[in-house]
């Protein structure tokens, strides 16, 4: 059974500290993982897709790369407004085109 | 470019009531889909829309959830009746369809069951 698992559930940074969270996954073949920002209220907001090991993308402070078996994604000098949790989903190859396992998240809170 | 519009905001209803979601997705998007979130778990997809032809709904609860796309774009959500384990946030997203599966999120709608 294809399975995310994101650690750790909350992470508390001091502003500037950087810091990276895990996402393992179990599927028997993968699409594509996708990492997404959801701040409270509102719906999860699209940020990297990654395809292939060895793949990594960056936006601003974020950075995401991907093995075969984890992703990771590195928070480099966060700042508050970094605050969010983050959200890392698997495309499976055995499941429809667009149907993304989303991960529980990691919560990340940044005080100044 | 107008986002995935979805209403209501909130809702509070009495358990075995009924209760209905609407979503319009972004202009052009294929595929529309509707994700419940229980707070604290990431989103779980209840069923999945290409145009109007349902593409996925092995884990919508068919013996009280129901949901439509008439025409291929706007959808709606409906419960009957509601359940105490219902109370979530109920997402609607959307995407291009076979060139991406990168879906763009509504705001939601939060579902209070008591």
């Known amino acids: 059974e294809d399975q995310v698992t994101q650690s750790p559930e909350a992470l508390r940074l001091q502003e500037g500290e950087s810091s990276s969270l895990n996402c393992s996954y179990t599927?028997?073949?993968?699409?594509?993982l996708f990492w997404y920002r959801q701040d409270p209220g509102k719906g999860p907001e699209f940020l990297f897709t990654?395809?292939?090991a060895g793949e990594e993308k960056e936006k601003e402070r974020l950075k995401a790369t991907l093995t075969k078996k984890e992703s990771f994604l590195h928070i480099t000098a966060p700042k508050p407004e970094d605050s969010a949790t983050y959200l890392c989903?698997?495309?499976?190859?055995?499941?429809?085109?667009?149907?993304?396992?989303f991960g529980a998240g990691t919560q990340v809170v940044v005080t100044p | 470019e107008a986002g995935v519009a979805q209403s209501p905001r909130y809702k509070i209803i009495e358990k075995r009531q009924s209760v209905a979601f609407w979503c319009n997705p972004i202009?052009?998007?294929?595929?529309l889909y509707w994700y419940q979130q229980i707070l604290g778990q990431g989103p779980k997809l209840l069923i999945q829309?290409?145009?109007?032809?349902?593409?996925?709904d092995s884990q919508l609860p068919k013996d009280r959830f129901s949901a439509e796309r008439l025409k291929g774009v706007d959808s709606t959500l409906k419960i009957q009746p509601a359940k105490l384990e219902d109370s979530a946030v109920y997402l609607c997203?959307?995407?291009?369809?076979?060139?991406?599966?990168?879906?763009?999120f509504g705001q939601g709608t939060r579902l209070t069951v008591v």
């Open positions: 990654l395809y292939s």
């Open positions: 989903a698997v495309h499976p190859t055995t499941d429809s085109w667009g149907k993304l396992q």
């Open positions: 997203a959307s995407s291009l369809g076979d060139s991406s599966a990168e879906a763009f």
């Open positions: 599927v028997s073949g993968l699409r594509g």
């Open positions: 829309f290409q145009n109007n032809g349902v593409v996925d």
């Open positions: 202009s052009g998007h294929a595929t």
